[in-house]
């Protein structure tokens, strides 16, 4: 666009199609480096496979799985930082 990345910023919120472009960029950048990674795996990158399947192969039984939400909607962080202080200074009186 050759302009002030304000400037850029403003126009990607305003107009639909210069969103779009950007998020095409984005896009292609994510796709490069998945690209890398990918050849990191295929290079037998031990560490790039543990990272790929840590994120990506959850459903097969790789990583931790985690459910943040309540009822299937996502928690409210403050009331989820109010449970964990509570749990904490639970655990704390319980030390004395």
């Known amino acids: ?25 984005c896009e292609k950048v994510t796709d490069l480096a998945e690209s890398v990674l990918i050849g990191r795996i295929k290079d037998k990158d031990s560490s790039a496979a543990k990272w790929w399947l840590t ?8 990583g931790e799985k985690r459910d943040i939400t309540s009822g299937g909607k996502p928690l409210d962080p ?19």
């Open 78 to 96: 403050a009331a989820t930082q109010i449970i964990v202080r509570e749990y904490f200074d639970d655990a704390d009186a319980e030390s004395d």
């Open 1 to 25: 666009m050759n302009c002030a990345w304000d400037t850029a910023r403003k126009d990607i919120e305003k107009y639909p199609t210069v969103q779009a472009a950007y998020q095409n960029e």
């Open 55 to 62: 994120r990506k192969g959850i459903e097969r039984g790789f």
